[in-house]
């Protein structure tokens, strides 16, 4: 697990571990990332499947009532599978300017 922090916003990449239990590692630490923005990067692995993306919806459900953005960076899935409230991008770039306008949004009051 690779943590790199900009600003606002905390990237943690998952770079060793099936995706389960890199979220399990995760929830455990998330008290030290629940005042940052997320971007989640599961790009690494490869067989990444959309149940395992939908592992992050509690995860989500909580960050989102921090009033922060949680963003997950996966590019090799079905785009249109992904459920709703779930914020999904396939380039860091990409969740970058997702938070960037979130945190526009939160400003004008939105």
Request: no cysteine.
């Amino acid at each position: 697990m690779k943590v790199d922090k900009k600003g606002h916003t905390t990237t943690i990449r998952n770079t060793q571990y099936p995706t389960a239990e890199f979220l399990q590692k995760l929830t455990h630490e998330y008290n030290s990332y629940k005042n940052q923005n997320l971007i989640i990067d599961l790009s690494h692995d490869k067989a990444i499947t959309m149940a395992d993306v939908k592992l992050f919806s509690d995860m989500i459900k909580l960050h989102k009532k921090e009033k922060k953005s949680l963003v997950l960076v996966v590019n090799d899935i079905d785009f249109n599978a992904v459920p709703k409230n779930i914020v999904l991008v396939p380039t860091l770039l990409e969740a970058h300017d997702i938070i960037e306008i979130d945190e526009i949004e939160r400003d004008l009051g939105f």
